[in-house]
């Protein structure tokens, strides 16, 4: 099945490659903990991979445990393969590296975002300032976005909203006030 040898190394190569990238920029503070699932940015918008409850704030379907698990399914059929398995074996190998990979990432994503901390942060601080938004903040207070902000000397990353129309990732807004004790309100800055 050389069809297959081909997307074992498209799986692989594709994600390495996204993984190395994503990681080099989160090294050098270029993407940070940008994900898909909600409060990460998911691809729809909605909240897709976030499962509450029993597995708490697990993020099933963010950035990171999707490029994982092509990395992942990739390298293992690719070793299958290698170690001369039968084209089913291998797959199904692959397939449950693809998907302990998700859950092993999901896992690790939650519980070191336990370890952040805002030390003595205080977000009215952030009021007047200028952010830029990394997940789309929905129309009308529909629902929180989320921005960066630079409060107290240091980039932080914080929940917003909006009471005019959405504001798209990458726009940047003007702080005006908080919604609450923990999200900010926005507006976007014409220009």
């Given at each position: 099945m050389g069809w297959?040898?081909?997307v074992y190394r498209i799986c692989a190569l594709v994600g390495g490659t996204?993984?190395?990238v994503q990681?080099?920029?989160m090294v050098f503070g270029g993407l940070g903990d940008h994900d898909l699932g909600h409060g990460e940015g998911d691809l729809s918008g909605h909240d897709v991979g976030h499962v509450h409850g029993g597995l708490a704030?697990?993020?099933w379907l963010s950035l990171k445990t999707i490029v994982s698990a092509l990395t992942f399914f990739g390298l293992a059929g690719l070793a299958s393969q290698s170690s001369g398995?039968?084209?089913f074996a291998g797959l199904l190998i692959a397939v449950v590296a693809g998907g302990a990979a998700i859950f092993l990432v999901?896992?690790?994503?939650?519980s070191l975002s336990r370890f952040q901390?805002?030390?003595n942060l205080d977000i009215k601080n952030a009021v007047g300032h200028t952010a830029r938004v990394y997940l789309r903040?929905?129309?009308d207070r529909t629902g929180p976005g989320k921005v960066t902000v630079d409060v107290q000397g240091r980039s932080v990353e914080l929940e917003a909203t909006t009471a005019g129309p959405e504001i798209p990732t990458g726009a940047t807004v003007r702080v005006v006030g908080l919604s609450d004790a923990d999200t900010l309100d926005v507006t976007p800055l014409l220009g």
């Amino acid at each position: 099945m050389g069809w297959l040898s081909d997307v074992y190394r498209i799986c692989a190569l594709v994600g390495g490659t996204v993984l190395v990238v994503q990681t080099l920029l989160m090294v050098f503070g270029g993407l940070g903990d940008h994900d898909l699932g909600h409060g990460e940015g998911d691809l729809s918008g909605h909240d897709v991979g976030h499962v509450h409850g029993g597995l708490a704030e697990l993020k099933w379907l963010s950035l990171k445990t999707i490029v994982s698990a092509l990395t992942f399914f990739g390298l293992a059929g690719l070793a299958s393969q290698s170690s001369g398995l039968t084209p089913f074996a291998g797959l199904l190998i692959a397939v449950v590296a693809g998907g302990a990979a998700i859950f092993l990432v999901a896992f690790l994503m939650a519980s070191l975002s336990r370890f952040q901390s805002k030390g003595n942060l205080d977000i009215k601080n952030a009021v007047g300032h200028t952010a830029r938004v990394y997940l789309r903040i929905p129309a009308d207070r529909t629902g929180p976005g989320k921005v960066t902000v630079d409060v107290q000397g240091r980039s932080v990353e914080l929940e917003a909203t909006t009471a005019g129309p959405e504001i798209p990732t990458g726009a940047t807004v003007r702080v005006v006030g908080l919604s609450d004790a923990d999200t900010l309100d926005v507006t976007p800055l014409l220009g």
